[in-house]
């Protein structure tokens, strides 16, 4: 049996989850999401709690038992505390500012770039070399992040591009170490 899908998902006190047929809707304080179940898995809702069980042991059915209840324990924390990322620019000139549903980068390129939100996200800019990205749905701040920092990745030589916040870039060494070791 799978040993995520066994756990069982707390609920706070202000979450309310609600089964029709396959869907599953998580209600809280920052929001509500939806999200449609496989029809292998079944959620029951206990005092306080959530379970996820699956009707066999066929291996798919197994593995579709420890992400669903991942994706539901997801919903519970999005809708009740959000997620957010950070990321950080690099580089000299590099900013970004928050106008409204887009960011807007200013990173090395001729003009700047403009990043629109998906629904449910939002973007900060505490300053103009960090930027926060938030919202209630775990996969959408996880996309729009990588969407950020696909505008300019970070690069091995100068470490410059937009990195998450504490990501470790493997910086080599360029041509002129190579050439004093001959």
């Known amino acids: ?10 609920l706070p006190k202000d979450v309310t989850v609600e089964v029709n047929g396959d869907q599953v809707r998580v209600h809280g304080p920052k929001g509500e999401l939806q999200r449609e179940l496989p029809e292998v898995i079944r959620v029951k809702i206990e005092a306080g709690s959530v ?3 699956r009707s066999n042991d066929q291996p798919k059915s197994a ?4 992400l669903m209840r991942a994706l539901i324990a997801n919903m519970v924390k ?7 990322k950070e990321l950080s620019l690099v580089g000299v000139g590099y900013r970004a500012a928050a106008k409204g549903a887009k960011l807007e980068l200013q990173v090395g390129y001729s003009h700047p770039v403009e990043v629109h939100a998906l629904p449910g996200i939002t973007f900060e ?13 775990n996969q959408a701040v996880g996309q729009a992040s990588a969407d950020i920092r696909s505008v300019r990745p970070p690069e091995p030589y100068k470490g410059k591009g937009i990195r998450y916040l504490n990501e ?13 070791g001959k």
């Open 1 to 10: 049996m799978s040993r995520v899908g066994r756990l069982l998902i707390p």
């Open 51 to 53: 379970r996820v069980e």
């Open 63 to 66: 593995a579709l038992h420890g």
């Open 78 to 84: 999005g809708v009740s505390e959000g997620f957010q």
């Open 125 to 137: 800019t505490p300053d103009p070399t960090r930027v926060i990205v938030k919202g209630i749905d």
């Open 168 to 180: 470790k870039v493997r910086r080599k060494t360029g041509k002129q170490a190579a050439a004093k």
